[in-house]
């Protein structure tokens, strides 16, 4: 006899979780793409069924993950409606890659560089208030690990990251790290936010860092926030795909 777990075929069906996170990703796209606009209902449970070709218990299972993404608000009587983005967890892993992929006009990547700047300038502000002996030749460590790589982009980027890392542990800002590091882990893989970069980026890249850790070794955290905010906003500036330039520009 048949398992009621497989088809007839002996097939294993594709578990409930790993369907529901296809339909979650569509969805979170609509959403983020305006297919649903804020304030318009989602379809009735029963007709995403139909159109997904899933269970009705896997539609309601990926309603509650998209309430919990803040991109629904779910009323008994009443459906299903998306939310403005500004209730959005921009945080989720999905959310903030999914706006990021379909970011055409570059303005998520624009605010996420800004928040990015922010975050990161007060962290280095600290780091100039703790750096010791130590930290401070580790952060030259890893400033010559960029220097050693310029031959290599990748490598030179993921060196690049790895310092701006060093400089958060460094502010001991538990949250502010935490938030930073979302932040970048989910801009780093964008053909958006890589951009184009100009004639001799890196080189130019490296005397920011420079700055930022002469700062941060002379114990003053206000040239330290200075140096690390010129560098994040300038660099993206630099970077900056000219095709999607805003419109004041």
Do not use: C, Y
Not at 37 to 57: C, D, H, I, N, Y
Not at 129 to 134: E, G, H, L, N, R
Request: proline content about 4%; charged content about 25%; overall charge negative.
């Amino acid at each position: 006899m048949t398992s009621p777990a497989e088809p007839a075929s002996g097939r294993t069906r594709t578990p409930i979780d790993r369907i529901g996170v296809t339909v979650l990703k569509d969805l979170v796209e609509a959403i983020v793409t305006r297919e649903f606009a804020p304030g318009e209902a989602l379809p009735p449970e029963g007709e995403l069924s139909l159109q997904f070709g899933v269970s009705r218990t896997v539609i309601r299972e990926t309603m509650k993950r998209l309430q919990e993404k803040g991109m629904v608000t779910v009323a008994q009587g009443r459906g299903t409606h998306v939310t403005p983005a500004t209730t959005w967890n921009v945080l989720d892993p999905l959310v903030l890659s999914t706006m990021i992929g379909n970011d055409s006009t570059l303005g998520v990547l624009d605010e996420l560089s800004v928040v990015r700047a922010s975050l990161e300038a007060a962290m280095a502000a600290a780091a100039a208030d703790t750096a010791d002996a130590d930290a401070r030749a580790d952060l030259r460590e890893h400033l010559e690990a960029m220097v050693e790589r310029t031959e290599d982009s990748a490598a030179f980027r993921e060196a690049d990251v790895r310092f701006h890392l060093a400089i958060m542990r460094l502010s001991q800002n538990g949250l502010a790290e935490n938030i930073a590091r979302v932040l970048i882990t989910h801009a780093v893989g964008s053909d958006r936010f890589t951009g184009q970069d100009p004639s001799h980026a890196f080189e130019l890249t490296i005397a920011e860092h420079e700055s930022i850790v002469e700062a941060i070794a002379a114990g003053d955290p206000e040239a330290a926030r200075i140096a690390m905010s010129a560098h994040i906003l300038g660099s993206w500036e630099r970077r900056r795909l000219p095709s999607a330039r805003r419109s004041n520009d």
